[in-house]
């Protein structure tokens, strides 16, 4: 039988955690309940998935989401033309070439023929079917809408790609230009500085160095004689970010630190409420309760600022408070997010309202993205020029003495 392991949450609001054993994640989950338990994510510890053309594939292996969006999208189609579920997953298996996506599409394909439930299939790939995922399908089985949700989560996959990749873009220009920089320094200081630091040595005869090119030429010295200790460092340096990143204080000091950075804080801020409001408006319109929607949403928010504030209004909602007022309490969401949940409260639309805030905030991020792009351009291109310049300034400053005492002798 297979074991699970599962976080859960007592009455004393503590975490605990275990493994039970059960048929499918559905008994899991009522085991655990049965303990006086709040199960908030269950693992199947089984690692091996069904064998695809003599390939073993590991259940925890994962897929790129391109690659699910479209597997999302083709299943939803297959579906509303009126082919059952098992023939759907089938007929998409055989066409399917990537051989993780195949083979879990056939771990599916024998689960529900074995009697099983989609949903419940699903989550035993929990590297690839996340809880959004899961829930928002069993939410459509249990509603006779399966076509709908998986149309609304392809779309909300495909329209969550398309916005992390125009962020990735806008990061991707000051990052190609800072390593290039570093790359130009690191050469000049290596290989070009030392050549003019023997020219100086016998042409200058033992005379001081103006301040700058002194510097130059000691930074050349301590790279070229002490390379172990600066990438010693380096790798020092990373490793206690990644250590200090890991830590959940960590965590909030940097997620805190995005939001309120110069020229990208706006950025992370307008994704982030994107993707909060997208993720809970798609779930909560596919019939997943507001609670467990909430509780989802917070384990995706990617944002530890975020995710505490979702936390703050799932305690609201569970005691039969508004969304509203814990919202608004966090500071990190603007008047006009507030106004427009507020309505969408008090009309009952809450998820068309939130999936309008997000269609909102993905344009603001698109905009800010072509903005930062113009802004970004000048200012990468004079902190290279500057970079350069120093070194180039350093090195010619003795070059005018040396010319000077030339023209003197003749």
Known sequence: MPTFQYTAVNAQRQNKTGTVEAANATEASTQIKAMGLFPTKINELMTDAPAVEGKKIKKGAKIKSKNLSVFTRQLATLIGAGLPLLRSLT????????????????????????GGTFSEALTQYPGIFNKLFVNMVKAGELGGVLEIVLTRLAEFQEKSEKIKGKVVSAMFYPVVVLFIAISILTFLLVFIVPK???????MLGGKPLPALTQFVISASDFLKNHYLIVLGVIGALVFAFNLFKSSKGGQIVIDRFKFNAPVFGSLIQKTSIARFTRTLGTLVSSGVPILQALQITKETSGNAIVAAAIEKVHD????????????????IFPPMVISMVQVGEETGKLPDMLIKVADVYEEEVDNSVAGLTSLLEPIMIVFLAVIVGVIVIALFLPLVSIIQGLSSQS
């Open 91 to 114: 007929t998409l298996q055989k066409q399917e070439r990537n051989p993780v996506l195949k083979s879990t599409m056939a771990g599916l394909a024998s689960a529900v023929e074995g």
């Open 196 to 202: 003019f630091q023997q020219i100086f040595t016998e």
């Open 316 to 331: 609201a909602v569970r005691e039969g408070e508004n969304v509203v007022t814990p919202l608004e309490a966090s500071g």
